[in-house]
T-cell receptor, first 114, second 113 residues
Framework: EPEVTQTPSHQVTQMGQEVILRCVPI?????FYWYRQILGQKVEFLVS????????KSEIFDDQFSVERPDGSNFTLKIRSTKLEDSAMYFC????????????FGSGTRLTVV | KQEVTQIPAALSVPEGENLVLNCSFT??????LQWFRQDPGKGLTSLLL?????REQTSGRLNASLDKSSGRSTLYIAASQPGDSATYLC????????????FGKGITLSVRP
């Protein structure tokens, strides 16, 4: 069964550093998403991406965040200057346009900001 | 703003018991609802997707129902097994079939051998 692949599985970074989280969505999917889950809290929406542009973003997704689909297969989330409160599990998801199919999530990247 | 609630936060049952996990949402104008399973420290595995026009979906020992008018969904697990121990998340898509998902906090299920 096709999978959404995320790398790395765990990243530790110093506060103020830039990080790039990488995702390879399922190849025939058209919609791409980033979510995050702070330990013990709900999974929260960050941003959705379709047709090479952001289609929706949450209030969490401020100027420190950006997304890119540089080469037609990778989908990246960049955090420019990490804060302690950015520590969370970040999930990438993708979806077909077909209404009968749901979202497929990756296994996540655990980001720890120290 | 859509809010999704799952109560209780945790549930412990003996193996073999049939159980029901509840999910409620505040805005009944949803496009679909999806149930996920999350093992500790892991990603989200899709279990069932119910479209707004459907009343229920089944996969193996799992059955999910949807009552849009009352803002409720249930996930029924038959003949529970220790391997079913995980957190079960309910999520709704409100503004379109491909729109963002709003998640509940999940129900952590423990099935005792």
């Amino acid at each position: 069964e096709p999978e959404v692949t995320q790398t790395p599985s765990h990243q530790v970074t110093q506060m103020g550093q830039e990080v790039i989280l990488r995702c390879v969505p399922i190849s025939n999917h058209l919609y791409f998403y980033w979510y995050r889950q702070i330990l013990g809290q709900k999974v929260e929406f960050l941003v959705s991406f379709y047709n090479n542009e952001i289609s929706e973003k949450s209030e969490i997704f401020d100027d420190q965040f950006s997304v890119e689909r540089p080469d037609g297969s990778n989908f990246t989330l960049k955090i420019r200057s990490t804060k302690l409160e950015d520590s969370a599990m970040y999930f990438c998801a993708s979806k077909r346009a077909d209404l009968n199919y749901g979202y497929t999530f990756g296994s996540g990247t655990r980001l720890t900001v120290v | 703003k859509q809010e999704v609630t799952q109560i209780p936060a945790a549930l412990s049952v003996p193996e073999g018991e049939n159980l029901v996990l509840n999910c409620s949402f505040t805005d009944s104008a949803i496009y679909n609802l999806q149930w996920f399973r999350q093992d500790p420290g892991k990603g989200l595995t899709s279990l069932l997707l119910i479209q707004s026009s459907q009343r229920e979906q089944t996969s193996g020992r799992l059955n999910a129902s949807l009552d849009k008018s009352s803002g409720r969904s249930t996930l029924y697990i038959a003949a529970s097994q220790p391997g079913d121990s995980a957190t079960y998340l309910c999520a709704v898509a409100s503004t379109g079939a491909n729109s963002k998902l709003t998640f509940g906090k999940g129900i952590t299920l423990s099935v005792r051998p």
